[in-house]
């Protein structure tokens, strides 16, 4: 009889650990099933990550796209978790960010180059530029800034060297304005909204797009593909070493991602991998 007792504890004992590990297993197979949330940009980035998510899920790879049209949004769904990882910015962008806002993410791969341009409804060609244009430019630093060395490159304006140098030109570093040019800042999502208003804007490439713009066709100023404004896959800092990271920028640089950037987007979007 006391064998029996011993016999039936240690079954009962066995068929628990037993459950337990099968309930601890489901648990770890439904945390790999989980799927990992992306932020992107509307536009191009929506298109792209449709590819990425069926290269991504041949290495089992689950991933919800979360589609965002401001970009003040991305990095603080990052920064709260409510993302796991976004691509949608340039390293100048995401090094304001952390600085102005104390985020703590940090690039583990690159995508794309989207050349930025400046775009008319009034005028055919920079020549056609009149003395006193209405000019928009992004407002936030990094984009403002790189709108700014455009405008220099097209020696329509002249700035302060120090600012050139570091990266950080605002209208008040113009130190040459022979045109008399009308510098108007606007949030970034609304300047092709403005297009009627200004002579000409500058207009990142997921908003022209979206209004119908190409650059290859109505870019007045465009950007070289090879600047240093390539776009990014950023994760918060503690997560930058998991598998998984390194497995989203392996479905995002695969062939198939990239032929798909060359032939769908004619060198309005580049791949910078």
Known sequence: ?????????????????????????????????????????VGSGEQIWEIVKKAAARDGLNLQVVVFNDYQLPNAAL???????????HQPFLDNQNKSRGFDIVPVGLTITAPL?????????????PDGASVGIQNDPSNG?????????????????EAVKNNNATPLDVVSNPKKLKLVPLDAAQLPRSLDDLTIASIN??????????????GVI????????????????????KPWAQQLVKAYQSPEVKSYIET?????????F
Request: net charge positive; hydrophobic share 45%; aromatic share 6%.
């Open 264 to 272: 769908q987007f004619k060198g309005a979007l580049v791949p910078a």
């Open 205 to 218: 490439n997921d908003y022209a797009e979206k209004a119908g713009l190409t650059l290859t066709k109505d």
């Open 145 to 161: 800034n790189r709108a700014l060395l455009l405008l220099q490159e097209a020696k329509l304006i002249t700035l302060k060297p």
């Open 79 to 89: 920064a709260a978790g409510d993302l796991d990882a976004n691509a949608f910015q």
């Open 1 to 41: 009889m006391q064998f029996s007792i011993r016999r039936r504890a240690a079954l009962v004992a066995s068929v628990s650990i037993a459950s337990m590990a099968l309930l601890a297993g489901g648990a770890a197979q439904a945390q790999e099933k989980k799927p990992l949330k992306v932020g992107v940009s």
């Open 117 to 129: 341009g400046f775009y008319s409804r009034k005028i055919k060609s920079i020549d056609q530029l």
């Open 222 to 241: 465009k950007e070289s593909p090879q600047g240093p404004y390539a776009n990014i896959i950023a994760v918060r800092r503690a997560d930058k070493d």
